[in-house]
Structure formats: C-alpha cells, structure tokens
C-alpha cells in the first residue's frame, strides 16, 4: 500500500494565499470593465473558485485512496502486489486530477484490482468522476447529447462533449440495469425479500396506505437503426410503436399539496418498461416491497379497467383492494352521453348529472348506474345500431367492474372520491420535483396507437 509518510493540509497556506490574490486581481479588473451584472460576477468567481477547489481535491482523493487496505473489494482477501502507484487521471467538476492507487492480483477471484478506485466510486477505465457521471446522465435524459453538452458548459462551465456524455449516459443505464437485476433476483428469495423490505424504511412507521397505479400505453421509438430496407428485403416490417409498461408506488401519508394549491406526492417509485408483461410484473413487485409492501396496513390498486391489470394484481396482490379510477369511469359516462344524446345538448346533461351524483354519494353507486342502464336498454327502442352497441359496452363495463367502484367508501377512508389512478401517472397528483410524464403532446403521438397487446385486450 502506498505508505502514508505524510498528512498534508487540505489547504495549504501558501495556495490560499496566491489563490486570493490571483482572484482579488481578477475580480478588480473585472469590476473595471462597463456593463457587468451580477451574473458576471457570479461566472467569474466560480472559474476561480475551481482553481481552489481542484488541488484540494486532488489531496483529499490521494489521502482517500492511500486509506484502503490492499486487499479484494469482493472476496477481501490479500492481493498479490503487481504495480505500486499507477496514476490514474479523472475528470471532476473542478477539473482533471490525478491521484496514485495501487494494483494488484486477487487469485481467489482471478482478476486484477485497483483497491481504491471502487472505494472513489470510480468504474474501470471510466474516465469521469461520480459527480460528472451524475451530471452527464441527467443531463443527457431530456436533451440530445450535442445540446446538453451546450447546456453543461453553460451551466457548470464543464468542457463536455457529445460523446463522453454519450458514454458516460449509456454508462450509467447500464449500472442502474445491473441494480435492478440485483434487486429482482432477491425477490425471487424469502431471504432476499426480506433484505428488500429492510431497505424500505417502513418497519417504524404507523400504519398506512400503499397505493399502486399501473396503466399502458404506446409510445412511437425507432428501433434497428440503419437496417430498415435490410430487415425489409428480408420480409420483416421494423416496428416503431411499442407498449409501454407503467406503475407509480407511493404511500398515501406521502400526499400534500402547495400553497397555491397544487396536488403534489412527496416521495414515490416509478417502473416504466418496453419489455414483457412478465417483467413489468417482477419490476413493480420489487419496486411495491421497496415501497413498504410488507408493512402496509392496506394496498390499494388504482387502474382503468384493463383485464390485464387485474389479472396482474391478483397475481402478485391478492390481498389489495381494486378500484377502477372514477376518471376514467366518470369518461365512460361522458362518452355514452354523447353518443346517446348528442355533443353538449341539455338531454345529455339531464341524463349523465344524476348517475355521476350516485357515484360520488351513494353506497354501491355503481349498482344503481348500472340499473340505469339496464332499464334504459329496455326503454328506448329507437337506438341505432351504433348506440345500442355503446349501450351494452358500457352496461358490460359495469357489470365487470362494479365491485370495483366504491367511491364513497373511499372518501370516508381518505383515500378520495377522485384519485386518479392511471391519470396521475403523467397528469394527476405529481411528486413537487418531478416533471410531467407528457408535458405536451409530441409527434410521435400525432395517430392514434395500434391495439392494445393481448394482454389487455384478453
């Protein structure tokens, strides 16, 4: 291990000093020039400040990496000296350091191993730190790479380009991939359920409400890039539209809002898949345990209707409660309207006010919604075919779902006679630092999506 001969200060006299007279000079001539505001001084103070904070953070990560015992970071046994301080050179946000490390041979685990790059939160022959990993991973989500390495210099004053953002962003996916494997092979344990539970931080708290929303929709991305006429030749059509797989897990206690009003959910779990059913399962069941599955009072499932969805819950929730959520079943009554009545007319209102009213109010409201429509089927005998098809949809609709539709009861619980269960997943109740799931719609929602996959549709 490199031997620890010496603990120099973090920062050293002599650097302070030529550091505050380097930037007392700097900010002098600044304040010279005609026309400068607050933000240049802020700008120019901050390029200074780096100066200061890289040879500091070059002595702080040395001392670190000088700390770590010469040993496996995954067996922890003795390694097999084979190099003594190899230089490695690491982009920070204060700029480019370079620290010294060890290197060695673990022959339990047959590979060579720098013991302090994992201990610095360092990958192999990654060339960022873990802060500018951060920052080129969010950075990246929301920008193409050449515009958020624009909006990165301009931000941080970082010198980033499109590709290392590129790298470090794929970089990042990767690991988060390999976490949630970790986490879907403990579910498949008692032991590892368990472990998940533990890192739910639950266990203390009083009781509550889970509450878990799961909905689906299509989303227009390319895939084979550059093999389209290939694939075509070939008899294949490249598929651009693709189902994805949504949930949102939050406890109820975790509901608020602002002063101005605004619903907001302060802490909640997201799990959004392009992959199988099967595996949108597994995700949101690890993701529920994280989220205090095992400790929670009650376990609500919100959703649309969709067969699918219940099926799921009564696959891996069998002991939750399910509520069709009375957005969508409220959109159901609006659209029978219409097609009953006509766009806006006032028979369509007189008829859709009292059946929303025994949603809302009644005990078993559903019921007398769907006697409604029953005894309406039976009254009016001038229906086209068209109405008459809407009619029984929406009788079936109820006739399904009824049970799932206790709206009163769940305002006297708290949970609220307009939860919106799929609907909050890009609209609703959103977390005070999230951005909505579609802000705006984009192009590729410009026609309408194939049919659903056939799971939903079973």
């Not at 802060?131 to 980033?160: C, F, V, W």
């Not at 890192?199 to 299509?218: C, H, M, V, Y």
Request: charged share 25%; hydrophobic share 35%.
């Amino acid at each position: 291990m490199i031997p620890d001969k010496v603990n120099p200060p973090f920062i050293p006299n002599d650097l302070l000093q030529s550091w505050a007279q380097a930037a007392r000079t700097d900010l002098g001539d600044l304040l010279q020039t005609p026309g400068i505001t607050l933000g240049h001084l802020e700008e120019r103070l901050e390029a200074q400040a780096r100066k200061l904070m890289l040879p500091i953070l070059r002595t702080a990560a040395q001392q670190r990496a000088a700390q770590q015992p010469f040993q496996c970071p995954i067996c922890h046994g003795p390694l097999l000296a084979h190099a003594h301080q190899r230089s490695r050179t690491v982009d920070t946000v204060f700029g480019s350091l370079v620290f010294k490390r060890d290197y060695g041979w673990c022959p339990d685990c047959a590979r060579y191993w720098h013991p302090a790059d994992p201990a610095l939160g360092l990958a192999p022959q990654a060339p960022a730190s873990p802060r500018m990993q951060e920052i080129a991973a969010l950075m990246s989500l929301r920008n193409p790479y050449a515009q958020a390495a624009k909006d990165a210099h301009r931000l941080t004053g970082l010198p980033l380009n499109p590709a290392s953002l590129h790298r470090e962003a794929k970089r990042q996916g990767q690991r988060a991939i390999q976490c949630r494997q970790r986490d879907l092979h403990l579910s498949h344990t008692p032991q590892g359920v368990a472990e998940l539970s533990a890192r739910s931080a639950t266990s203390q708290k009083g009781p509550f409400t889970l509450i878990i929303e799961i909905d689906a929709w299509n989303i227009r991305e390319r895939d084979d890039w550059g093999r389209t006429r290939k694939l075509r030749r070939q008899g294949q059509e490249p598929e651009r539209w693709h189902w994805v797989f949504t949930a949102t897990v939050f406890r109820l206690d975790q509901r608020g809002q602002t002063q101005g009003g605004r619903r907001v959910v302060s802490q909640r779990g997201y799990v959004a898949t392009r992959q199988t059913l099967e595996s949108f399962t597994q995700q949101l069941y690890v993701e529920a345990i994280l989220r205090g599955l095992l400790n929670a009072e009650q376990v609500l499932i919100l959703a649309d209707g969709a067969i699918w969805i219940w099926n799921l819950a009564a696959d891996r929730f069998k002991e939750a409660k399910q509520r069709v959520d009375l957005y969508h079943v409220k959109e159901h009554l609006h659209e029978l309207a219409r097609t009953l009545y006509g766009q806006g007319t006032p028979e369509a209102q007189q008829w859709l006010q009292p059946l929303l009213r025994f949603l809302d109010r009644r005990n078993e409201g559903a019921l007398d919604v769907l006697h409604e429509l029953e005894d309406l089927r039976q009254r009016l005998k001038n229906l086209t075919a068209f109405q008459q098809e809407a009619l029984s949809k929406e009788i079936g609709y109820f006739t399904t779902h009824h049970k799932r539709m206790d709206y009163k009861q769940a305002r006297t619980q708290g949970v609220g006679r307009r939860s919106r269960g799929a609907t909050s997943l890009n609209s609703g109740a959103r977390p005070a630092s999230d951005t909505p799931a579609q802000a705006a719609p984009a192009w590729w929602m410009a026609r309408p999506p194939p049919d659903p996959p056939p799971a939903a549709s079973a």
